[in-house]
């Protein structure tokens, strides 16, 4: 196979014990880890009380890729627990709020979006998770089952999902430390979130499925965002198992 962007990105973002001089970082131009939709009307969400108790052991045991989804709309709470469990606050130490996914140098560079196919208690559209308020901005009301699914290049998972979700990453926040080897742990950071949302799907009872296989620019519009300051990198279905 020929040398290709991937392999040249890999080499040219390698780090050398004789090359570390250490960079300054200017903490003045820190960019935030929250974005938030000011104008949009803000939807609080449920305290967080997991409706089960399954171990940590028998979640891992259990974990598979959940493709097939009953009609059974998923509750306010369970979406609350999810999206906490995934990437939300749970420590602050010094004034620095920690969240329950790890992140290289706690930059958090991914937000997280809800398409809500059949979550009661609210309208079927897209919606932002505010993490700092635990809270859903609604951004836009309707069926958007067809948009997400033929932006997830047609897998009908994301039609039949009572919730989609979709990170993306704004990659400043990275960057502004890491410069280009900032993708690497972005990627990483995706995938810390995407397993916590698997487990904690999984000891909910509910069934979860990532989906990396997606149409950029297309879920891009469906979001949103410009696609170059802020993409969407990854997804997940998630609904009750059929
Ligand atoms: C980065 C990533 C992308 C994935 N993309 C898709 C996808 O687009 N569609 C899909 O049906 N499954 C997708 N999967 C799920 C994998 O197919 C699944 O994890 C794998 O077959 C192992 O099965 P298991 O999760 O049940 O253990 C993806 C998983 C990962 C980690």
Redesign the pocket.
């Known amino acids: 196979m020929p040398e290709g962007i991937g392999d040249r990105y890999h080499k040219e973002t390698k780090y050398y014990p004789e090359k570390m001089s250490g960079r300054g970082l200017d903490w003045s131009s820190k960019p935030s880890p929250y974005k938030e939709y000011p104008r949009s009307r803000r939807i609080e969400l449920p305290q967080l009380e997991p409706s089960s108790a399954m171990s940590l052991d028998e979640a891992l045991r259990k ?3 959940v ?1 097939d989804y009953s009609d059974e709309p998923l509750s306010l709470r369970d979406l609350s627990y999810l999206l906490w469990a995934s990437t939300g606050i749970q420590r602050v130490e010094q004034g620095y709020e920690f969240r329950t996914a790890p992140s290289a140098g706690a930059l958090y560079p991914i937000d997280t979006y809800v398409v809500a196919n059949r979550v009661e208690g609210i309208a079927a559209g897209l919606y932002h998770y505010a993490i700092r308020a635990h809270a859903l901005e609604e951004l836009r009301l309707g069926d958007l089952r067809l948009e997400s699914a033929r932006a ?2 047609g ?1 009908s ?1 994301c039609y039949d999902a009572a919730a989609v979700f979709v990170w993306t990453a704004i990659f400043y926040r990275s960057k502004w430390k890491y410069e280009q080897r900032g993708y690497r742990y972005i990627y990483m950071d995706a ?1 810390h979130i ?1 397993e916590n949302l698997y487990l904690s799907a999984t000891g909910l009872g509910l069934g979860a ?5 997606l149409f950029d620019d297309e879920l891009n519009r469906l979001l949103g965002v410009d696609g170059e300051e802020e993409s969407a990198i ?1 997804m997940a279905a998630v609904g009750h198992p059929l």
């Not at 499925?209 to 296989?213: E, I, N, P, T």
């Open positions: 974990r598979t890729s493709r997830a290049l897998q998972i995938g995407g499925c990532a989906v990396g296989a990854y």
